[in-house]
């Protein structure tokens, strides 16, 4: 069993940046793929970015801004969003699975935060 609790969110203009945080209970963080997903009202949640031991994949519309990274020993996932938009408006939410193909899919994540606001004022 794996808990996620994601923090960093909060309300910013467009072009600022922000950086979120995601800490994961339990022993074997290093052995699960990590990903960011987010939700804006009335929209299907849509993949942000995922990170594995070797590679790192982001969704077309956050390419070039959001930056996804790890730190193992404090078994935590990070997502750096920069030159943000109103678009990125959003709840975020961090995920994590055994996931080793179709990072972009949120249903082959196993554990679920309960998700962190992201307000981006234009």
């Known amino acids: 069993q794996v808990q996620l609790v994601e923090s960093g969110g909060g309300l910013v203009q467009a072009g600022d940046s922000l950086r979120l945080s995601c800490a994961a209970s339990?022993?074997?963080?290093?052995?699960?793929?990590m990903g960011w997903f987010r939700q804006a009202p009335g929209k299907e949640r849509e993949f942000v970015a995922a990170?594995?031991?070797?590679?790192?994949y982001y969704g077309d519309s956050v390419k070039g801004r959001f930056a996804i990274s790890r730190d193992n020993a404090k078994n935590t996932v990070y997502l750096q969003m920069n030159i943000l938009k109103p678009e990125d408006t959003a709840v975020y939410y961090c995920?994590?699975?055994?996931?080793?193909?179709?990072?972009?899919?949120?249903?082959?994540?196993?554990?679920w935060g309960k998700g962190t606001q992201v307000t981006v004022s234009s």
């Open positions: 995920a994590a699975g055994r996931v080793t193909d179709s990072y972009r899919r949120d249903d082959r994540y196993d554990y």
């Open positions: 339990g022993r074997t963080f290093s052995s699960y793929a």
């Open positions: 990170i594995t031991w070797t590679a790192t």
